[in-house]
């Protein structure tokens, strides 16, 4: 009893302890949260005057309408609205076609191997670990063979070659765990390649289509490096813009702007994560097949 | 012609046989069964007559046609696999439609087959559940009317029992020989469980290592086996192995057997055993002809008396079931429990030599 009783103490210190820690780590990471925003919502003589963490007096979003359509980079002075629809034009197509072709290379690797399937899994899965930078130059050529160079199309061709890699394995992993007899009863129903996939194999694949469009989404979004180098002028990505805006040097420095342009530039991928999330059901086929 | 032939089939990966030359004969209407231990090709057999796996070499007729290079949809087969492979995402009414409706049967018929089939397995209440909605038994009902709604010339079934708990195996084996009693159809049937085989089967092939041991009626296989490996697969408790010493007795041959302290001499009339005479034989007796000593067979011929000493015994209920040491060797023995007696107790048992079956030691092959 008296053990008991103990262990019980022990454990509640120990509960109290995890829970101060996680606050504190919680506290940690928030808190550059809270400037940016809190200094979005100030007017500039505030930010030069006040404290950092101090709650804006009368807050108002000037700085979020000036980020989003009247911030200058270089020469225009016209936000970052252009260069967010420049991004949701090649991100969706982006993300859209690596996730079905993903899908598809991942049925195929896994349910219909070949004689050097796995070579090829193996190949791709190599993929995954070229830097970036490696591939700049090469593609750079490939994409004024293909004659699509400082285009929307060619900044989409480069990111689906990129993520092929990734969503592949994704899928390729995830449908190894569908057992194999449920392909086979397909079969003797009567059913083919595609009518399987389409039919059987795509409608269990939600909780991992999920995965891959919350990967690529942030990735693609996010990625700066094959922004500025293989799209030029009008047609860059926002987080490109987004550089060109916070490090323009002329006039003085907007803080209040900067911060409200970085948060705009984060929130679509923080949007697919909460919309999407949601159905990031894990078990959807839990039970189907055995008992 | 039957409904399905198997003449001389081979698989082979690379150098590796994994079936050396299957020949089966399957007549309309019959219930096989392939029975025999994990690895032994059956699973690998049934995937080549479904046409999931490829031919080696040899043919696979279905209903007189030959169907090496048919695809599956084409051989007029069903199948119901171990994990019951229903479409998680489909109801239990899609998942028995969905061949209807690739084979492009018109709605109207679909729904009627439907209602048929839910009507024979008498699950009409389940036929908008998904398939994770239901236990184990109904889903394995649900791949069963999947099968049944596709009418084909043959049935295979890859040990479709093997995921249910005991009480609900022993059920739906029944289902399944009431099934096949009413549908009337050929079904092939792979299982490792030799009750299942010898209780629904009216053909069984015993299997090992990618060759057909035996193929013949449960009756013929559990009392004819033709080697030692059949012999001590099917049955339960397995048929008992006693090393004995072939003798001369009374100019007749006899078998000596050593047991409660005790060499007896048990005369026995087999042919092909003089050959053995001086030598060792492996004498098999089911546990069952083994039991007390009733006292009006004591004496009647190929009835035997020994007293042996229990070493173990375990009840089962119906009977109790004694290990005694005979030659060295353990034999179990099925005693009625009114005449059991309990370990470290002597009693006298009675063996009923009328059945007893004879290997040679080395080559494992029945003698007699």
Same mark, same amino acid.
């Given at each position: ?30 808190l550059?949260?809270y400037v940016?925003?809190s200094t979005?919502?100030k007017?500039?003589d505030e930010i030069r005057t006040g404290n950092l963490l101090s709650l804006p007096v ?76 490696? %591939? ?77 469009? %919350? ?40 803080y ?36 | ?7 001389? !089939? ?13 020949? $089966? ?36 007729? $279905? ?49 009627? $087959? ?72 050929? $079904? ?60 001369? !007795? ?119």
């Amino acid at each position: 009893m008296a053990d008991q009783m103990q262990s019980q103490g022990a454990s509640r210190f120990g509960r109290v302890l995890v829970y101060a820690l996680l606050t504190l780590m919680c506290l940690y990471y928030l808190l550059p949260l809270y400037v940016m925003i809190s200094t979005s919502l100030k007017p500039l003589d505030e930010i030069r005057t006040g404290n950092l963490l101090s709650l804006p007096v009368s807050p108002n979003f000037e700085a979020w309408i000036k980020a989003w359509s009247g911030a200058c980079s270089g020469v225009t002075c016209d936000g970052l609205k252009g260069y967010f629809w420049n991004s949701i034009r090649f991100v969706v197509p982006s993300v859209l076609i690596t996730t079905i072709v993903g899908a598809f290379n991942g049925y195929v690797l896994s349910m219909w191997r070949f004689r050097g399937s796995d070579v090829m899994f193996t190949a791709l899965l190599i993929g995954c670990f070229i830097p970036f930078q490696v %591939i700049l130059l090469p593609m750079a050529r490939t994409l004024g063979t293909l004659g699509i160079a400082n285009s929307t199309t060619g900044l989409i061709f480069v990111h689906v070659v990129y993520g092929l890699a990734f969503t592949t394995l994704f899928f390729r992993n995830y449908y190894v765990t569908v057992p194999d007899e449920l392909v086979k009863a397909a079969k003797i129903d009567g059913a083919g390649f595609f009518r399987i996939f389409w039919r059987i194999i795509l409608p269990l694949s939600l909780p991992i289509i999920v995965v891959s469009i %919350i990967w690529q989404f942030t990735q693609i979004w996010n990625d700066f490096l094959f922004g500025v180098v293989f799209s030029s002028g009008e047609q860059q990505p926002i987080t490109v813009a987004l550089n060109n805006l916070v490090n323009t040097s002329t006039g003085i420095k907007e803080y209040n702007v900067d911060m409200a342009a970085a948060i705009i530039a984060a929130l679509p991928t923080l949007f697919v994560y909460f919309v999407a999330g949601k159905y990031f059901v894990r078990g959807l086929t839990a039970g189907a097949v055995k008992g | 012609m039957g409904a399905l032939s198997i003449r001389d !089939v081979r698989k082979s990966y690379g150098t590796q046989d994994i079936l050396k030359g299957i020949n $089966i004969e399957v007549e309309d209407g019959e219930f096989l069964i392939l029975v025999g231990p994990s690895g032994c090709g059956k699973s690998t057999l049934l995937s080549m007559i479904a046409g999931l796996d490829s031919i080696t070499s040899g043919e696979v007729h $279905i209903g007189g046609r030959l169907v090496n290079n048919l695809s599956p949809k084409d051989r007029d087969i069903a199948m119901v696999f171990q994990s019951y492979a229903l479409y998680p995402n489909m109801t239990v009414r899609q998942n028995i439609s969905f061949g209807l409706e690739i084979r492009k049967v018109p709605k109207a018929e679909q729904d009627k $087959i439907v209602a048929q089939v839910a009507q024979i397995l008498q699950m009409e209440q389940l036929l908008d559940r998904k398939p994770s909605q239901l236990s184990g038994g109904q889903r394995q009902r649900v791949a069963m009317g999947r099968a049944i709604a596709r009418d084909p010339t043959l049935f295979l079934f890859d040990e479709p029992l093997s995921n249910l708990d005991a009480k609900l195996r022993v059920e739906m084996r029944t289902e399944i020989k009431l099934l096949h009693k009413r549908v009337g159809k050929t $079904i092939v049937y792979v299982t490792h469980d030799q009750i299942e085989a010898m209780t629904l089967g009216d053909k069984i092939a015993v299997m090992k290592a990618g060759e057909v041991m035996q193929y013949g009626t449960p009756q013929q296989i559990y009392d004819n086996p033709v080697n030692l490996f059949v012999a001590s697969f099917m049955g339960s408790p397995s048929m008992n192995f006693i090393p004995c010493q072939v003798v001369s !007795v009374n100019n007749k041959l006899g078998l000596k057997i050593e047991t409660g302290g005790q060499t007896h001499v048990f005369p026995v009339d087999a042919k092909g055993l003089e050959n053995y005479m001086g030598k060792e034989v492996i004498v098999g007796i089911r546990p069952e002809k083994i039991t007390h000593k009733v006292d009006f067979l004591a004496g009647a011929p190929n009835f035997y008396v020994a007293e042996s000493l229990i070493e173990i015994a375990e009840p089962t209920g119906a009977d109790t079931l004694l290990m005694v040491k005979m030659n060295g060797k353990d034999v179990v023995c099925r005693v009625h429990p009114d005449h059991a007696r309990t370990h470290g107790e002597r009693m006298p048992l009675m063996f009923d030599m009328s059945k007893t079956v004879y290997f040679d030691p080395l080559t494992e092959l029945r003698i007699a």
